[in-house]
């Protein structure tokens, strides 16, 4: 079961492996009860679209703070999990085609 998460439109920062940080537009957020987890997907603010109008889009678990202002990220560990993510993701691209009809 997925438990979809409401939300504003909302940005986050994220540091990479170089230590730079990124200024990311949250997608979607939901949680599995399967995992355990919470999970959130984001892209980079102002990135471009593809050949194809697509743009590169992130997943991360996500735990969030005792306050639920922040949270860390945490790489998705399982093929599995990966499996979950694409799937909502084509969900969300579903709803997205149809509210264009």
């Known amino acids: 079961m997925v438990q979809e998460h409401d939300h504003e439109q909302r940005n986050i920062t994220i540091v990479d492996e170089n230590g730079n940080e990124q200024l990311c537009e949250v997608i979607h ?19 471009e679209e593809d050949d194809e109008g697509q743009i590169e889009i992130f997943a991360s678990a996500f735990t969030p703070s005792e306050n639920g202002e922040d949270g860390e990220l945490e790489p998705i560990e399982t093929e599995a999990e990966w499996d979950l993510i694409e799937e909502v993701l084509n969900q969300l691209e579903d709803q997205l085609d149809e509210e264009e009809e």
């Open 29 to 47: 957020t939901f949680d599995s009860e399967e995992f355990g987890k919470s999970y959130v997907l984001y892209s980079l603010v102002g990135a």
